[in-house]
């Protein structure tokens, strides 16, 4: 289990009925082919964030309270079913996007596509991690190896770093009455931790590059922003995920999974040097 602390005082969460919105951290913002164009859905403000020292190998890790994240497995696809019915792309998407070709994905039906990832939650890889608030799911991750998103192994916008097994993260989803509740960096991190426990040796992702001031659409935020990325660890290492017609450009960003190796200890000085 992965587990992520929020202050309950401070979410209020379960208090209204809203649509789940891709996260973001940046005001205003899908789905079609790899240049990154989805079905408009509203974006999620910044999140309030805690620092939680407690948490390892995150430096100043910022996590919120009392959500349990697990990952999608069977006894929780009733949670998640309900979550993604409330609205949004998760509603008609079902998050078969990123793991079918273009023309394979155009051919299914919402039915096929929400018993696809069932599936998938029945499987021994679960296809992402689930936020809970109680019984209630209010956060969705999907990740696993790159390898099945046949999408991305497949495009030739986003770039293939090295032949390392890598994992991917490749959307989020909120739930609105849960924003600004840092759902959205509880995730990545749960994440983070996920694909390390599976062993994965780095975990990488798709955000979107955009100056801090400019506008994003939920169309283009359903993988995350830059920014929230970099404060989770993560580096650039490609600087283009997208086509250059694109309104807004993707990064390959990564962040290394596997313990860094010890350093030689020093070689004693000499009596001389002393």
């Known amino acids: 289990m992965i587990r992520a602390t929020f202050d309950a005082g401070q979410m209020g969460l379960g208090t209204r009925a809203s649509r789940p919105e891709f996260f973001t951290n940046v005001p205003g913002v899908g789905i079609g082919d790899e240049r990154g164009d989805r079905p408009a859905a509203a974006a999620v403000a910044s999140p309030r964030m805690r620092k939680n020292p407690r948490r390892a190998g995150i430096a100043n890790a910022e996590v919120p309270m009392h959500v349990v994240i697990e990952p999608l497995v069977e006894k929780h696809w009733p949670a998640l079913e309900a979550f993604f019915r409330e609205g949004g792309d998760p509603r008609w998407c079902w998050c078969q996007y990123w793991r079918l070709r273009a023309k394979d994905f155009s051919a299914l039906k919402v039915p096929q596509l929400r018993e696809r990832l069932h599936e998938q939650a029945r499987s021994a890889e679960p296809p992402g991690l689930v936020a809970f608030d ?49 759902v959205g960096r509880a995730l990545i991190e749960a994440a983070i931790e996920y694909a390390r426990e599976r062993g994965a040796e780095a975990l990488e992702a798709y955000p979107i590059a955009l100056d801090r001031t400019a506008d994003v659409s939920a169309e283009a935020a359903f993988t995350g922003t830059l920014p929230m990325f970099e404060r989770a660890g993560f580096e650039v290492v490609a600087e283009r995920a997208s086509d250059p017609s694109s309104r807004h450009r993707r990064v390959v960003v990564r962040r290394e999974l596997l313990p860094e190796p010890p350093r030689p200890p020093r070689p004693p000085r000499s009596p001389r040097s002393r």
Do not use: M, N, Y
């Open 134 to 182: 109680g019984d209630r799911a209010v956060g969705w991750v999907s990740l696993g190896p790159r390898t099945e998103f046949e999408r991305i192994v497949r495009s030739k916008v986003i770039p293939t770093v090295d032949e390392r097994p890598v994992w991917s993260i490749v959307c989020f989803a909120v739930s609105g009455s849960a924003r600004g509740q840092g």
